[in-house]
């Protein structure tokens, strides 16, 4: 949506009114933990939660991925909408007066924010129109539907707000069109009724004689519909087609009820019905959802993770052949994650093919319990599907799925589930005769290196399971790449040594100036009377920011830190590349901590750190030089070069006497290489 310029007092209002913890705890499970609240990080996917938030700074800080800021760039970066969009939708939400600073825009921009908000209204009232059908004489049949044949109560038909879409072309038409006055336009556009394509203009119900069963977002308001054919009328299930409001691969149905049980069973159950997910929480399983037809998306399983701390998501498809090709498909959309280990996914297929809803109607919740403790997980339910009908005595079959397994193995980076399976794949196919399963096991294990290994000389910098990496040794063309490119590379492993070390050295010299206002003199003086610069652009980037807001805002020395800190992330907003590279700054974590204490040790020890990298730079090119200068020809300049290579090895040597003090213990990065 094209947004025009909002007024800088709305932008301020909404800052003010839209507390962060608010904001963000309706899209992550917070809790409190002392002056902070945690919960798991919504930006990479983690098993314990490094994500804060602080109420008191308005900011929030992932430690294990660096995302952080207020809760403007919460938005951003999670709905991946512009700076103006996100200010917009909280101004709703918080109902705070949008000004902008065109004002001939500001009737375009109430239009569109009204389109959605006109689009709940249809929805909802739609619903309502339904519920009522439901319980007129006309619903009787479809009531009847619903209580016998699904065996539903009163209370879940309510609390589903299950409802009957009544015979007729133009029911809710002219109820929502000649009765409540909303235009026919809007009513297309919220997907309820469809332009008719000959026979001249109008409109006709797009759901009729159904049972309708609405959609609803993550906090409860509808936003489309599933209708299911009460005759033999095809499709069997129709659903709203993609609106501003509804979108299919974002959707879950009954995640709005199932969210708060799915992070108390800590595990997600997701059935491929509506009737099956409304059945399971009849039955007291509240932790269920459904997938809405289409295949389980990334997007879809990572708005689950969400919720359960232990990552675990159990599908419960249908055992037919759509149903097992759904669940394979949803596995492959999530079969990387799967395979780190960062979702404990398992598959149920409940026996005799029936589904969740068919299977409460003959047995208990508990035995429903049952099956889902004892469901396989993914890996051993795509092996049990691998060998159905399956006869392992014929030579070709046997070599079929050895292949098969082997490409199964190689996908796994984690090691005890290598091991695990690398043992079971072996007894599967010895056919339990015990001898034959440690040869197996070697066999397959030989031949998931040997894949490895090509693999590998394609890219070098996959990871791998430790037992590979053990056996796993360079091959000649491997090792002859790496004798003649051997140069290269240490010109390249200085590069790359000296940025992490300039990273480390550099942030904490900038920690301390943002974190210890008593040692911000100190710091200025060091870096004026060495002449020292940030090397790192992004640092450079963030001294430039500081002197800056010290100036504009006319602060002292002295600011708190927390001030400081606010009043760059301020200036930052524009400059969102950057603020990624350097928001980690903002924040202590334990070990920055314990360095902010000891400050004037870092001071001194990161100063020479600094400047002993540069005069490496130095020293690398007089040798350089000296090395191409023919002394026979031209000795003034060959010892002239000399000389400078001496002069640069000896302030080398006695900037590493100021460095070592402390500066070993304080980076993780071993210091290799001779330079
Ligand atoms: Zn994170």
Redesign the pocket.
Known sequence: MQVPRLHPETIEEVKQRADIVDVISGRVVLRKRGKEFVGL????D?KSP??TVNQAKQMYY??????GGNAFKFLMELEKRSFSEVVLDLAKTYQVQVKTVEPEHRQELQRQISLREQLYEISALTAKFYEHALRQTQGQEPLAYLKSERQLSEETIQQFQLGYAPQGWETLYSYLVEQKHYPAQLVEQAGLIVPRKSGGSGYYDRFRNRVMIPIRDTQGRVIGFGGRALGDEQPKYLNSPETELFDKGKTLFALDTAKIAISKADQAVVVEGYFDAIALHAAGIANAVASLGTALSLNQVRQLLRYTDSKQIILNFDADKAGTQAAERAIGEIEKLAYQGEVQLRVLNIPDGKDADEFLKTYSPEQYLELLKTAPLWLDWQLQQMLINQDLKQADTYQQITKKIIKLLTNITDDNQLTHYLQKCAEILSKGDYRLTKMLADNLLNQVINDWGKRLSQDESLTMPLLIRKKLKPSKQYRKQTATSENNRSKESFAAVARTLLEEAEGQLLQIYLHCPEYRQDVRESIEAREVQFSLSHHRFLWHQILNAEILHKMSLQIAPSELILKLQDSLIEYPNQLNQISHLFHLNELSEKNVYRAPLVIRSTLACIEQIISMKRRRIALNMWEKTDAASNCEAALEYHQQFLAEQEWIEELERLRQVNFYDLISVPWSGNF
Do not use: L, N, Q
């Open positions: 990080c919504p930006f990479h983690e490094s994500f992932c430690f294990g991925c660096g995302a």
